[in-house]
C-alpha cells in the first residue's frame, strides 16, 4: 500500500543543474569572505536564501543549494546539497503529524518559487516518480548509472522509504534521495542531489550490507 504524504513540491532537475553542482569543487577558489562570496554569487545570477532553508543559496535555476561552508566556490573539501524537491510526510506513528496537516503553510512557499509545482495530497510513489526523473539527469551527465540503489532508513529521515542512489566520481560522492530538512522546520523532508568528499569514506559497502549503506550515506549527507 502506497504510504501518504501530505504534499509534494518540486522543480525537475536538468543535466545543466547536475553539472554545476558537480563542477563547484573544481572553480577557482573563492575565500570565505562576505564580499567575495556576494560577487561570486551575483555574478552567476545567484542570490541569497534564507526562508526555504536557512543560510542557503537559491540558484539561477531557482533550486535551493546548500553547504557546509560560507563558500561553495572552488572548496574541494566542502559538502554541498541542491534540494530540488519538498515533501511533507505523513507520520503513522504520531497522530498529530498524521491528522494535523500545519505545514501546509511553508509547503506553499516552496511550490510558488518559479518552475516549481505542488501536488497535494500525494504518494511515496508520486515522490519516487521525482527521484527517478532526477536520477535519469544525473546519469546522463556522469555518463554511468548509479552504482548503488538503496531504500532510505527510518534512521536517516522522516517519512515513507524513499531510493538513495550513489555515484562516485574519483574525488566526489553523489548521493540522490531523501534527507532531513535542516531548514526552519525540522520535520520537511528534501529531495536533494549532495555532493561530498570521498573522504568522508572511500570505500563502499556491499549491496547486501544495508546496515553500512546507511552509515556511509549519512557519513556524506548529515551536516
Known amino acids: 500500500m502506497p504510504f ?19 563542477g563547484l569543487p573544481a572553480v577557482p577558489l573563492v575565500a570565505d569572505g562576505f564580499d567575495a562570496v556576494d560577487d561570486e554569487v551575483q555574478r ?17 535555476d531557482q533550486y535551493v543549494l546548500c553547504c557546509d561552508s560560507v563558500s561553495p566556490f ?17 507520520n503513522p506513528h504520531d497522530e498529530s503529524m498524521a491528522n494535523g496537516p500545519w505545514l501546509y503553510g511553508l509547503m506553499d512557499r ?23 526523473q532526477a536520477a ?12 548503488r540503489t538503496v531504500s532510505s532508513s527510518e534512521a536517516l529521515v522522516t517519512g515513507p522509504a524513499l531510493t538513495h ?15 532531513a530538512d535542516n531548514g526552519p522546520y525540522g520535520y520537511l523532508t528534501h529531495l536533494q542531489l549532495s555532493c561530498t568528499p570521498l ?14 549503506l546507511t552509515e556511509w550515506i549519512a557519513g556524506h549527507v548529515d551536516w
Open 4 to 22: 501518504p504524504v501530505h504534499a509534494l513540491a518540486h522543480r525537475p532537475l536538468t543535466t545543466g543543474a547536475v553539472a554545476e553542482l558537480v
Open 44 to 60: 552567476r545570477g545567484w542570490s541569497w536564501e534564507d526562508g526555504l532553508v536557512c543560510e542557503s543559496f537559491r540558484t539561477a
Open 74 to 90: 572552488g572548496d574541494p573539501d566542502a559538502r554541498t546539497f541542491l534540494v530540488f524537491g519538498e515533501l511533507y510526510p505523513v
Open 110 to 132: 516552496w511550490q510558488e518559487q518559479p518552475g516549481w509545482s505542488g501536488r497535494r495530497p500525494c504518494t511515496d510513489q508520486d515522490c519516487e516518480a521525482v527521484l527517478a
Open 136 to 147: 535519469q539527469m544525473v546519469t546522463a551527465h556522469l555518463g554511468a548509472p548509479p552504482e
Open 165 to 179: 542512489r550513489i555515484w562516485r566520481t574519483l574525488t566526489h560522492a553523489l548521493i540522490l534521495g531523501p534527507a
Open 199 to 212: 573522504s568522508c569514506g572511500p570505500e563502499l559497502p556491499s549491496a547486501d550490507d544495508e546496515d553500512g
